[in-house]
């Protein structure tokens, strides 16, 4: 009786536990939502700022008979593209991730459950194999949100980077000159092609991590259709006997 009472209390108390952590991510989820909203609001200030500046920089070029109007589009033609790109992908980004934390939990879930009744059931193999994922999904939770607010934090330091040189631009008032522009513009492009280079070598590495995610979860589904066959089976063969 005692060490019945002392399993129970066991899975009881490993339960809680998980279930505190799990719980734990959920709250970071619903905190996430809100840093991700209001850093979108920041990311559309910078592009407010931006999109100021640079009208204010078309017509002080104009004015000082520099460049016409319609030449400077053509030549901010590519910055404006990559500043919208970059618009573009922080939304992308901050939907992704919530997507991949709503299922990481849903999938923490599944596997506490599987978890606790292999420990109840007295199946240490299955015990093992479940808390092993479990440890594995919290890691690639933290490993994720880590990665993500990187991500961000970077995508809004290039921006502010991106209208902090069209402010240069502006302080030069009546000396400003095409030759300024081109000068800007060229260091944009080479800030440019390192950074591609670095975001593709980045993006390989969290492709693997989100393969890697994907293939365990569909592991643990088949898992869990074949564990549960396997009772169905048990189940039935133990009326079949009893009767």
């Known amino acids: 009786m005692i060490r019945a009472l002392d399993s129970e209390n066991l899975v009881d108390g490993v339960f809680r536990s998980y279930e505190a952590r799990i719980q734990g991510v959920e709250c970071l989820l619903e905190t996430a939502r809100d840093v991700l909203e209001n850093f979108d609001t920041s990311i ?45 992908e922080v939304r992308d980004l901050s939907k992704q991730y919530l997507d991949e934390q709503t299922q990481l939990v849903h999938e ?13 059931g007295g199946e240490p193999a299955q015990v093992t194999e479940h808390h092993q994922a479990i440890t594995d999904l919290f890691t690639k939770q933290q490993q994720r949100s880590t990665d993500v607010v990187s991500q961000l934090k970077e995508s809004q330091k ?31 492009g080479r800030q440019r092609s390192e950074r591609r280079v670095q975001q593709g070598q980045r993006r390989e590495e969290v492709q693997d991590m989100l393969r890697e995610f994907r293939a365990q979860r569909t592991e643990a589904e088949q898992d869990r259709r074949s564990q549960a066959l396997s009772r169905q089976k048990g189940d039935g063969g133990g009326e079949t006997s009893h009767a």
């Open 158 to 188: 290039e921006q502010q980077e991106t209208a902090g040189m069209l402010r240069d631009l502006l302080a030069k008032g009546r000396e400003l000159r095409i030759k300024d522009l081109k000068r800007m513009l060229a260091e944009f």
């Open 108 to 120: 923490l879930r599944g596997r506490l459950h599987d978890f606790t009744n292999a420990l109840a």
């Open 44 to 88: 559309l200030d910078v592009r407010r700022e931006y999109e100021q500046v640079s009208e204010q920089l078309r017509e002080n070029l104009a004015q000082n008979g520099s460049l016409r109007k319609k030449d400077f589009d053509t030549m901010m033609r590519v910055m404006s593209a990559e500043q919208e790109r970059k618009g573009r």
